[in-house]
């Protein structure tokens, strides 16, 4: 079955570092890959969302490009904000299936 | 824009108890979702909904009953609440777009059981 892992269970980070959470995905044909965000006390919201190979997602500073070869959707930020502390969720949701699967979670930690 | 509504905020019950939790959406959306989320843990699936009178068993269905009535609701029934399943549960909609769709989430109800 689709299945998604992402590597890292916690992050901690210092404002303006540099950040990358790594997502890895198995899937048959070419899933939609998605990163939603979590703030603490509310539900996830979506953040972007990428359909094929190479094509590169973005919001609010943050980016990943789906890459088919590596089967990889990584979430990087050039620099982060302590308001960025939250849990971060990689998904993948595949045509004809209304269901997304979604990863274990990342929760990120910005020291002022 | 729409809104998710969950209801309650904060739920809590005795072992073996009935319990049941609401979800109403306003953004006309035709799939509706539950999921269960423990502490520290991710998302799991325990039913989902694409039209009115529909469900489908998510991973997550044993002890839980659901009911889509209207378009706009969603109910989640808890059979005979046990400690173990302490965690909050989320609702969640989206377009009828198959697996491409982003979903969008209400706030949770907390689930306490004594």
């Known amino acids: 079955g689709d299945s998604v892992t992402q590597t890292e269970g916690q992050v901690a980070l210092s404002e303006e570092d540099f950040l990358t959470i790594h997502c890895n995905y198995s899937?048959?044909?070419?899933?939609?890959l998605f990163w939603y965000v979590q703030y603490p006390g509310e539900g996830p919201q979506f953040l972007f969302r990428a359909s094929r190979d190479k094509e590169k997602g973005s919001s609010r500073g943050f980016e990943a490009t789906y890459n088919k070869e590596t089967t990889s959707f990584h979430l990087q930020k050039a620099s982060v904000q302590e308001s960025d502390s939250a849990v971060y969720y990689c998904?993948?949701?595949?045509?004809?299936?209304?269901?997304?699967?979604f990863g274990a979670g990342t929760k990120l930690t910005i020291k002022p | 824009g729409g809104i998710i509504t969950q209801t309650p905020k904060f739920l809590i019950g005795q072992e073996g108890q009935k319990l049941t939790l609401k979800c109403q959406q306003n953004?006309?959306?035709?799939?509706m979702y539950w999921y269960r989320q423990d502490s520290g843990k991710g998302l799991r699936l325990i039913y989902y909904?694409?039209?009115?009178?529909?469900?489908q068993k998510g991973d997550l269905s044993e002890g839980y009953d659901a009911s889509r009535e209207k378009k706009s609701s969603f109910s989640l029934t808890v059979t005979s609440a046990q400690k173990n399943e302490m965690a909050v549960f989320l609702c969640?909609?989206?377009?009828?777009?198959?697996?491409?769709?982003?979903?969008?989430f209400g706030p949770g109800t907390r689930l306490t059981v004594l």
């Open positions: 969640a909609s989206s377009p009828n777009w198959g697996g491409y769709a982003e979903q969008f």
């Open positions: 899937a048959s044909g070419y899933p939609a």
């Open positions: 909904s694409i039209t009115e009178n529909d469900l």
């Open positions: 998904a993948l949701g595949t045509g004809g299936n209304e269901k997304i699967t």
């Open positions: 953004f006309n959306h035709d799939t």
